[in-house]
């Protein structure tokens, strides 16, 4: 983040475009448009300043690009299978990892007093944003083949995400159902944490916590702690064992 402190401090226009450039591989015409994409609601609060409004277009050009990449990928496949896929490949945490892979978390702008934050889903969110502030500033023909260069080709592995099992509840839940346990999703507390909501949900399996997870809404928390709960289980491991 020391260019963009740096750009703020010196208006230096040219090298905010040549660090994006190296970044992203492309030049920005709209700077703006790209500062805002970077700019996480903590710490601006309008939404003409921060990245929500760029966020919701650049989730909406993902989404179309993938499907389009989908359909054309897969001839023979049904709607089901596309929808799964495309799930498979534009989730939150998936595109919080690219985005992180990236370099995008090193230059978000976001309330690094606030701890929930910096483990948290926003470089996800940030990456949707510079999307959308692509498709502003260079159009969707451009964004499309950024995107399939950028995102898909290098980091959405389609072939491994077939395998992929991305429903970690209804793992969960089969086996629990398989070993007679008593499973389920407690909500435990919601609390307001630097002007975010934050829910803590509990996975419980036959009357004991065992994993915890933090989001900022139900399902995002829930997943979380599934996730952990798998993990702890060893449920993944076994699987992939059964495999080999």
Known sequence: MQFLKHFFASNDADGFKKEIKKLLGLRPNNINLYITALSHRSVKDSPDSNNERL???????????????????????DEGFLTEMRSKMVNRQKLNDIAIKIGLKKITLYNKVDGSLKNSQIFGNTLEAVVGAI??????????????????????????LELIDINLKNKLIGWASKHNKVLSFDLIEEKYEFGRRIFIMHTMLDGEVISE??????????????????????????????KN
């Open 55 to 77: 966020e919701y277009l650049g989730d909406a050009v993902l989404s179309s690009v993938v499907a389009d990449y989908l359909f054309k990928r897969y001839p023979y496949k």
């Open 135 to 160: 498709y502003l500033d260079k159009g969707y023909i451009k964004t499309h083949k950024w995107i399939l260069k950028h995102l898909v080709i290098p980091h959405m592995f389609v072939d491994n």
């Open 213 to 242: 997870g933090k989001g900022f809404n139900k399902k995002d928390a829930s997943l979380v702690a599934a996730q952990l709960a798998v993990e702890k289980l060893g449920l993944q491991q076994a699987e992939n064992t059964n």
